[in-house]
């Protein structure tokens, strides 16, 4: 399946870097992107389900605090998924069954 939309966005970090993590070991760095409108990143988030199987993946930049807090509530999402309710991330804040939770 193609993505066949025009996304015009900014990367703010140079693609040909790489981080070398250990002696002899080297892993590609994250690609941040800026994009040009709401409508953009939107699109693109919702069809990342293109990237599955493959090396390339999609998530939002969020801030240490935010990442404390989705790590927080990380188990009442799989709870709600096993129990197939309706459970997704808007950011860093946890919606089951469209209802705000918090941990």
């Given amino acids: 399946m193609k993505l066949a939309i025009k996304v015009v966005a900014e990367v703010r970090q140079p ?3 790489r ?3 250990k ?3 080297v892993r590609t760095r994250a690609i941040l992107v800026t994009f040009a409108t709401a409508e953009d990143r939107k699109v693109v988030f919702q069809n990342r389900v293109v990237f599955k199987g493959t090396h390339w993946g999609l998530e939002e930049d969020l801030t240490k605090q935010q990442q404390e807090q989705k790590r927080a509530s990380w188990h009442l999402f799989e709870k ?3 129990e197939k ?3 997704y991330w808007h950011g860093a804040d946890l919606y ?3 209802t705000k939770v918090t941990a």
């Fill in 80 to 82: 709600a998924k096993t």
């Fill in 15 to 17: 693609i040909n870097k």
């Fill in 23 to 25: 002696p002899g070991i």
């Fill in 96 to 98: 089951i069954n469209d």
């Fill in 19 to 21: 981080a070398e993590t």
């Fill in 85 to 87: 309710k309706k459970a």
